[in-house]
């Protein structure tokens, strides 16, 4: 499918071995954060990041400080990312949306989207992007796993 060609060729994410891509697999916030990272380029930032359970050598440590340094994430606290946490819908949108400068919004969104949560512009912005449509015409699935698929799919809209 072109979004996973796109991921591949563009170095976002090279799979989950050399001949499979694991579309459905959950990602977890490390990978979602590093395949962003790494769709805009490997930025190496000098930040400081007080996280303890990020180990400087960790493969996702770079990008953790450059979502960081970016206000892409804060974390899960002031010293911990959760690294491991399976990551949600809504969280991607939300670090998509960030990592694009989050632009005024405006438009509905969906039943099961509250205004006032914190990634409900996100949700808006992704869908007038064109980026997603939901998971059915009234729904998004907010608190919903995201899987690689539908991540690589996200970005690969987002690049457009």
Do not use: H
């Amino acid at each position: 499918a072109a979004p996973v060609e796109w991921a591949v060729e563009n170095g976002v994410t090279s799979g989950t071995s050399a001949t499979t891509f694991s579309p459905g697999n959950t990602c977890t916030t490390a990978e979602i954060l590093t395949f962003l990272w790494r769709a805009n380029g490997s930025p190496v930032v000098d930040y400081a990041m007080n996280f303890t359970d990020v180990p400087a050598d960790a493969y996702y440590a770079d990008a953790v400080r450059w979502a960081v340094s970016k206000g892409i994430t804060c974390g899960t606290s002031a010293t911990t990312f959760a690294p491991d946490m399976t990551v949600t819908r809504s969280q991607t949108v939300t670090f998509l949306y960030r990592a694009a400068g989050t632009p005024a919004v405006s438009g509905g969104s969906f039943a099961d989207v509250d205004a006032n949560a914190y990634y409900a512009d996100a949700v808006a912005w992704a869908v007038a992007e064109g980026i997603t449509s939901g998971t059915s015409a009234t729904t998004f699935s907010p608190n919903a796993p995201c899987t690689r698929a539908q991540i690589v799919t996200f970005m690969y809209r987002d690049a457009q």
